[in-house]
């Protein structure tokens, strides 16, 4: 059985590449986990994808980084986009979508490569940033590694709809708690004057966006 092929309900199971990006894309953070010294761990982290590859940072002196570049980890990324609420606590359960998977871990050398990604990674969570600051200095590029995840080892499982069991009566409510992610309202640094103004790139991303 493929690492990444449910053992429970497979029908929720899928490889298909636009449902992979939707979850991907959506996603805010993945858990990256890896074994160093015989010692299982997993690091959330921020991360952009690009065609079928994601790609994550850290300082250049992170052990975290060092520990897994031309390493196989796994990763994971994960929506809880509903509580699903049955006649007992046992048949209760969650709609969820989710990615899950494997690849060795490659680093990026190239300066210009890495400039890219820096300028992917600020828009893909404010977008229009970078434009308003400015790209990456030369060093802060250096002192900053960057690596690549490949997905061709990578699958989706989601639960959705209602309940898996029969009502049989009506004394307790059932049904689905939608839960929600958005942005909120910006709060100003305290070292900037209160009264500054709000840039547009900011207004437009909390006056109707829930995601980046």
């Known amino acids: 059985m493929p690492a990444t092929q449910p053992s429970r309900y497979p029908s929720r199971g899928t490889e298909e590449r636009k449902t992979l990006y939707q979850i991907i894309d959506e996603g805010l953070f993945c858990t990256i986990a890896f074994i160093r010294e015989g010692v299982p761990h997993q690091i959330p982290t921020g991360f952009a994808r690009v065609g ?80 308003d600051i400015g790209e990456p200095t030369s060093e802060q590029i250096r002192i900053t590694k960057i690596v690549r995840l490949s997905l061709n080892n990578a699958a989706a499982k989601i639960r959705e709809g209602d309940m898996n069991v029969r009502l049989q009566d009506e004394t307790s409510w059932c049904g689905i708690i939608p839960l929600e992610k958005r942005y909120g309202t910006p709060e100003i640094d305290q070292q900037q004057p209160a009264d500054s103004e709000l840039p547009n790139y900011l207004k437009e991303l909390v006056n109707g966006f829930s995601k980046p």
């Open 52 to 131: 079928d590859d994601i790609y994550i940072h850290a300082s250049a002196k992170s052990h975290f980084i060092e520990s897994i570049i031309d390493e196989l980890v796994s990763f994971s990324i994960t929506h809880l986009d509903a509580l699903v609420l049955a006649p007992t606590a046992f048949d209760h359960s969650f709609n969820y979508r989710s990615v899950i998977g494997f690849s060795e871990v490659e680093e990026l050398v190239d300066e210009d490569e890495k400039l890219k990604f820096f300028n992917l990674f600020t828009d893909r969570y404010i977008p229009g940033r970078i434009a």
